[in-house]
């Protein structure tokens, strides 16, 4: 027999247990032992109905509440406070019972949710592990390389002494380059780095980047140049050294991978609400199906030209960081043997 509420089993309870009685006194009347009286029996009945009534709601009461306890202790983990006690009503309706059961619902779906999110993180934790041995792996085995040569005797030996020194130190920068990169990134992911933004010309910005890599450009007989559209006056919301590091890095990605004699060009586009930046050069390009996972950590498509060029693998994952963070959007448009474009939003001010 099912009962959707606990009250509902108390008054059938006391009903069977008073029918009994009421069975009793009327045996004992049939049987003469005493004497039947129709008054004494409505009396009874009401007063012994009552009785078992508020006595079984009592026990059930006490022991409901014990067990909502024990439950609420397990699911919430810690002490009620006075306040939470008396809000959460221990009365006998069935609504109490279907809210612990929601209650416990909601908890074991929480700790499932909890469960699958601490075994991504551990996941993540140990690629991430992985990844930054296997990165400074290299850089540190080249210099083990040298410095071994030239304790051997190269150091004497003055056409290669200078260079295996110069190798050395480049592979050392290469590796303090990816140990900054890994502190940004842990910085952004751990939320440490606050924002500090400000209203600045998106224009100037862009002209101070394209100043700052001009030589890198000229090396490679690159041309930078802005859109026709892009202009000054173009007044954005947001961190201006942030946005600054994330023109540079696509600024100097595309140089990175551009080809001999190629072209960067920058554009500022006005959207509604916000100006799109777009980078957009006509380099060696990325194959589509490296597109998706191009912002990930550690993430390159071509390694041994990566290390050629001396990136970290990092660059792309901490521009979507910031771009995120400014809650605004990066994205990659690219074919490979044409070139590549990046764009990304930025608020207008
Ligand atoms: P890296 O330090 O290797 O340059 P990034 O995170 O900046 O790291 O870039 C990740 C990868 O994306 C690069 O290794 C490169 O293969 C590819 N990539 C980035 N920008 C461009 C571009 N403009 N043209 C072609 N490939 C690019």
């Known amino acids: 027999m099912k009962f959707s509420s606990p009250i509902r089993l ?18 004992l009347s049939f049987a003469k032992v005493t004497e039947f009286n129709w008054k004494f029996l409505a009396w009874f009945s009401v007063i012994d109905f009552a009785f078992i009534f508020f006595f079984l709601r009592g026990v059930i ?181 942030k946005i600054r590091q994330v023109l540079v890095n696509l600024v100097n990605n595309s140089i990175k991978y551009g080809i001999d004699n190629g072209r960067t060009k920058i554009s500022i586009y006005d959207m509604v609400e916000n100006f799109l930046v777009e980078i957009s050069d006509n380099g060696i390009g990325i194959e589509e199906r490296h597109l998706p996972r191009l912002f990930e950590r550690f993430y390159r498509v071509d390694r041994s030209r990566t290390r050629t060029e001396g990136g970290t693998g990092l660059g792309l994952a901490i521009v979507k960081h910031i771009v995120e963070a400014h809650g605004q959007t990066i994205n990659v448009r690219s074919t490979q043997g044409l070139g590549s474009t990046f764009s990304f939003t930025v608020k207008k001010a």
Not at 10 to 27: D, E, N, P
Not at 113 to 135: C, D, G
Not at 152 to 179: C, F, H, Q, V, W
Request: proline share 1%; net charge negative; charged share 30%.
């Open 61 to 241: 009461r006490n022991y409901l509440i014990d067990k909502i306890k024990l439950i609420y202790k397990t699911i919430h983990n810690l002490k009620l406070t006075k306040e939470e006690k008396r809000n959460k009503k221990f009365d006998m309706s069935a609504e109490v019972i279907s809210n612990v059961e929601q209650e416990v619902k909601d908890w074991a779906e929480s700790k499932r949710s909890e469960i699958e999110q601490l075994r991504k993180l551990e996941a993540y934790r140990r690629e991430f592990l992985e990844n930054v041995s296997h990165e400074l792996r290299t850089p540190l085995f080249n210099i083990q390389g040298y410095v071994s040569a030239l304790n051997a005797g190269a150091i004497d030996d003055p056409t290669i002494n200078k260079s295996y020194l110069e190798k050395t130190e480049a592979n050392i920068d290469r590796m303090i380059e990816m140990i900054e990169d890994l502190e940004v990134i842990s910085r952004l992911e751990s939320g440490e780095m606050q924002l500090d933004e400000s209203h600045f010309d998106l224009y100037s910005l862009c002209k101070e980047v394209y100043h700052h890599l001009e030589d890198n450009a000229k090396e490679k007989n690159i041309t930078l140049k802005f859109g026709a559209e892009t202009n000054i006056g173009l007044f954005v919301y947001a961190d201006r050294e």
């Open 10 to 27: 108390v008054l059938y309870m006391s009903v069977v247990i008073l029918f009994f009685i009421t069975g009793a006194y009327l045996v």
